[in-house]
């Protein structure tokens, strides 16, 4: 049926996987924030991110459809299946960029608002159409669209943005390329038919290895940061430094393994653990914060 | 004596994708009516919660 979305269609058009990890670093980032915020404005707030991350979504599969066409992993999107027009999941992402910043804005602050139109404007224009075609640094830069959201949670508490929201943003920042790159590797045919300059497929294999191990010896030192400057307690730093250390040991495997067929493997494991990664730093982070707030567990 | 183009060319639905199609339309109807209803309640709460008992107090 032709032209007759269903509205699972419209639902994956804003990418619910990815929405998962925005909404749960945006909700840590807005628990760990001091202050006070009405928990109806709260909940409101993390549905004005995942809508605004669902937008940009949605925009991005307009911009890339003709791409996603042509990857496997992406070939059964509503746009190139042909159950969503193109215009269609365009007006879509616009009105619910639109709509997420504006209600965001009046519901918190203007501060919040605008950097979660920044964070949308970054993945859909800087990411989707400007980087993504044209070097293979185009998820290192883009990343960052995806590190923004606990600095909006923080934002649309607090109305700033500090030293502590940073420091989320740059461990999400820098964990986004061992992460990314690691799907490259066992999926760069995909990639490559698509002609989108991913790091294997422009440097090699060898090269992309060694810099998916000095990002993840930077994404395990970027995670003591919290408690290098006094943020966070014992619970956070053991579990930062197991966590780190596994990620380390994942990447190094990956560094040491040429046969082709285990290689994809490796970097499929390391795929799969850097998700588990980024949700257990983040959940003993808030843990740690609200153990130290409300229960006097000091660090 | 051949049909004009535009009734040539019209196709006609078979009566169960005409059936299926119109349940597609209204699963996405009544989705974004409760898409519609929910963000007028969010308005609502939030009008209550920005204002609160200010927005009772005013001259009847």
């Avoid at chain 1, 820098?174 to 790091?199: E, N, R």
């Avoid at chain 2, 963000?39 to 609502?44: H, I, L, P, Q, S």
């Amino acid at each position: 049926m032709m032209g007759e979305a269903r509205v699972e269609d419209y639902l994956a058009l804003l990418k619910p996987s990815v929405m998962q990890l925005v909404v749960f670093t945006a909700v840590v980032g807005l628990v760990v924030a001091p202050g006070t915020i009405n928990p109806i404005i709260a909940v409101i707030s993390v549905l004005c991110i995942a809508i605004g991350a669902g937008g940009s979504a949605a925009l991005n599969m307009w911009f890339d459809s003709d791409i996603d066409a042509i990857m496997s992993r992406t070939a059964n999107r509503p746009i190139p299946s042909g159950r969503v027009s193109r215009e269609e999941a365009l007006v879509f992402g616009m009105v619910l960029s639109l709509f997420s910043v504006a209600l965001l804005g009046l519901a918190t602050n203007w501060v919040a608002g605008g950097l979660l139109a920044f964070t949308i404007f970054f993945y859909a224009v800087i990411y989707t159409m400007w980087l993504k075609r044209r070097t293979p640094q185009n998820i290192v830069i883009g990343g960052a669209a995806g590190a923004f959201p606990p600095i909006v949670g923080w934002a649309a508490v607090t109305g700033t943005v500090s030293l502590e929201s940073v420091v989320l943003f740059l461990i999400i920042f820098l964990w986004t390329p061992p992460h990314f790159w690691a799907l490259a590797l066992y999926k760069q045919s995909d990639y490559g038919a698509a002609g989108v300059p991913m790091m294997p497929n422009v440097v090699g294999n060898a090269s992309t290895k060694r810099q998916i191990f000095t990002y993840t010896v930077l994404l395990a030192l970027s995670a003591m940061l919290p408690t290098v400057l006094g943020f966070a307690g014992l619970a956070y730093t053991s579990v930062a430094v197991i966590t780190g250390g596994a990620f380390m040991l994942y990447a190094w495997r990956l560094l040491r393994t040429d046969d082709d067929v285990a290689m994809r493997k490796t970097a499929r494991s390391l795929f799969n653990y850097s998700l588990s990664y980024l949700f257990i730093v983040f959940f003993a982070f808030m843990t740690d914060n609200l153990l130290t707030r409300f229960a006097g567990f000091g660090g | 004596m051949s049909a004009p183009d535009e009734i040539r060319h019209v196709e006609i639905e078979a009566p169960e994708v005409a059936a299926a199609r119109a349940k597609v339309r209204r699963r996405r109807s009544i989705a974004l009516a409760i898409a519609l209803a929910l963000f007028a309640m969010t308005f609502y709460a939030l009008t209550i919660i920005k204002m609160g008992p200010a927005l009772f107090d005013r001259a009847l």
